[in-house]
């Protein structure tokens, strides 16, 4: 193992480590089951039960196959993508909203380059395309010099991960408009730039990110603080945060609208903006692919619309070997 080159990311609530493009070590899990990773990757389909070995083989190969296909970790990278693989995916939201111009630069997290500032939405949704929760990257060479030869800027050259600095930085080149994503572990940005927003006289959109095992104390900072916020598996989240929501899309990972600056920015990822933009922001909505309320087409999926007290839960809820640790304090 090459110890200059080491990336740590939470996947499946297991800490991964990868090094030289290879997977050297996977913490034991406490998640038991997640329906989005059992619809992307094979191999969680048929775990029985808490089967740790049986889910750490499947975490395995699901990072392996992101290493070769999408040369993650690598200098192989595949850095742009128009294509959309989660229906309500963070990147996909900022990829449409850097095209319809409610952004004008988007500040998020690579793997091998850490922040990285971009105005171009097929390389916003080839950064975040399935990307976990990246808590700590390394520089590699590779990564940074495609980034920069499409215009990105990489903030730091050693791959720091440090969201509000970027923002900063993207304020300095005169971006207005700036959609970032903020790690529910680091949750205590979300006021910096609530703060920074105002001082600047700039607009920013706050993207709450992979938010599983976060505390109570994080979770109250997203609720004050972000515009979106992607439930995970955090059933805290569910509890917390979906009562006070505008909007919820989907049922079994919620993500939640919380402002009229998020309803105007998640508008642009629907063909029919104006059917969102003039819902009465006095009630809260459902988007789900149950076959009922109003029609509108999100991405490439089409979702109905339906007034309901949030949050409506799904049965095929992500699960916990501790039915009753639901946060990790």
């Not at 048929?46 to 990072?63: L, R, V, W």
């Not at 700039?202 to 104390?217: E, F, P, Q, Y």
């Amino acid at each position: 193992m090459d110890r200059k080159d080491i990336h740590v990311l939470k996947y499946f609530s297991s800490f991964v480590s990868v090094s030289n493009g290879q997977v050297i070590n996977i913490t034991d899990p406490t998640l038991t089951f997640c329906p989005l990773a059992r619809h992307l990757y094979k191999d969680f389909s048929g775990i029985q039960g808490n089967d740790k070995e049986a889910i750490k083989n499947a975490i395995k190969k699901a990072i392996e196959s992101k290493i070769k296909d999408y040369g993650f970790f690598t200098n192989e990278r595949k850095i742009s993508c128009v294509d959309i693989s989660i229906p309500y995916g963070a990147s996909e939201m900022l990829m449409f909203g850097l095209r319809k111009s409610v952004i004008d630069a988007a500040v998020v997290v690579c793997e091998g380059a850490g922040t990285v500032i971009t105005d171009t939405p097929a390389i916003v949704q080839g950064i975040g395309s399935r990307m976990n929760s990246l808590l700590l990257t390394s520089p590699i060479k590779g990564i940074i010099n495609k980034l920069k030869l499409v215009g990105c800027r990489v903030v730091f050259e050693n791959a720091l991960i440090d969201q509000v600095r970027g923002v900063k930085e993207a304020i300095d080149a005169g971006y207005k408009e700036i959609g970032v994503t903020v790690s529910g572990q680091s949750a205590d940005d979300l006021r910096v730039l609530h703060a920074l927003e105002r001082e600047k006289g700039v607009r920013i959109i706050s993207l709450a990110v992979c938010t599983t095992g976060i505390t109570k104390d994080k979770i109250n900072m997203i609720r004050d603080y972000a515009d979106l916020v992607w439930s995970c598996a955090s059933f805290d989240i569910r509890r917390m945060i979906g009562p006070l929501a505008k909007f919820q899309f989907s049922r079994k990972i919620p993500v939640f609208v919380l402002t009229k600056k998020g309803i105007d920015f998640v508008s642009t990822y629907a063909r029919e903006e104006d059917i969102i933009k003039n819902l009465d922001i006095k009630k809260q909505y459902l988007f789900s692919n149950e076959l009922s309320g109003q029609c509108v087409h999100l991405g490439s999926f089409k979702a109905f619309i339906t007034e309901s007290k949030l949050p409506v839960n799904a049965r095929s809820a992500p699960s916990f070997e501790d039915k009753n640790e639901y946060t990790i304090v």
